[in-house]
């Protein structure tokens, strides 16, 4: 009997030998990759994820290692920073630093606690000191706002954001001065600026604006309402993270004051609105 002419343009391997293609399964000789289960051999580029993979080295798509790899996922990645406790602890002690009151201290020999309202900020320093010491501890303040969020990582958004809100909590209640501080907006620019940028733009445009108007504090609060919807749109939930734990303690100690209030809901408002007790500046003398 005569054997089955074999298919058009293709050669038999009679014993199941390598040497030719696999007309069934579409398997190529020599490790290349299967084209119809999408599996590379090795060395092969990974047609999922677009990367190369060798052998024995972790599925990167997956994130499950391969035989004797070793994990490379972000995970991984995670494991080898900074334990969460320590990026926060050294987020909160940097944030605590007073640079306005060392400034003010070392230029005029004055403690901001005992000047004006006694919140330890820029606008206490300037008035004390002018503009170059106000530039001077303005860019430490911010950047010691951004010294958690570093150690954090891009990979964990959430410690990011809890890194910033210690940071600012730190500025806003000293260790160093016992519990006074600002109101931490330069350190919440400094948190805010290595992951949402635009956060960090819209505090320093209305604390400029509510500057020029004559009511700075006016002019921050506004940008801070805008802040969670703003990072909301822009940067998803760890946005809205990174925006809830920078206002917490904003917010809290623009209600909390730097004394306890003896006034009824009225004073509330005034602090929230013109950080004051009152809703105008009180006469000098």
């Not at 334990?83 to 003010?104: E, K, R, T």
């Not at 004055?110 to 000191?129: E, F, H, K, N, P």
């Not at 939930?237 to 990174?242: D, L, M, P, T």
Request: charged content about 20%; proline content about 8%.
């Amino acid at each position: 009997m005569t054997p089955a002419d074999p298919p058009s343009g293709r050669g038999v391997d009679p014993g199941g030998q390598r040497g030719g293609d696999d007309p069934v399964a579409g398997r190529a000789e020599g490790g290349d990759a299967d084209p119809l289960a999408g599996r590379p051999g090795a060395g092969d580029a990974d047609p999922l994820d677009g990367r190369t993979r060798r052998g024995g080295d972790s599925d990167r798509f997956a994130g499950r290692p391969g035989t004797g790899g070793v994990v490379t996922s972000s995970r991984a990645a995670t494991r080898r920073g900074l334990p969460a406790p320590v990026v926060i602890l050294a987020a909160f002690v940097a944030g605590s630093v007073p640079f306005s009151n060392l400034m003010a201290r070392r230029i005029r020999g004055v403690d901001l606690r005992q000047v004006g309202t006694g919140t330890v900020s820029g606008t206490g320093l300037y008035a004390v000191a002018g503009f170059v010491p106000l530039a001077v501890a303005g860019v430490c303040d911010v950047a010691k706002g951004a010294v958690g969020p570093v150690l954090a990582g891009r990979d964990r958004p959430a410690l990011a954001a809890l890194a910033g809100g210690a940071a600012v909590a730190g500025h806003n209640w000293s260790p160093w001065l016992g519990g006074a501080g600002g109101r931490g907006v330069s350190p919440a620019v400094g948190a805010l600026l290595p992951r949402h940028p635009s956060g960090a733009a819209i505090l320093l445009l209305g604390m400029a604006g509510g500057r020029l108007a004559g009511e700075t504090a006016l002019g921050t609060v506004l940008a801070d309402a805008a802040l969670l919807p703003l990072l909301g749109r822009t940067g998803g939930r760890a946005g809205r993270w990174a925006a809830g734990a920078v206002l917490v303690p904003m917010v809290a100690k623009r209600l909390l004051g730097n004394h306890r209030s003896t006034g009824g809901p009225r004073v509330w408002l005034w602090r929230l609105l013109y950080d004051r007790d009152t809703r105008r500046v009180a006469a000098a003398g």
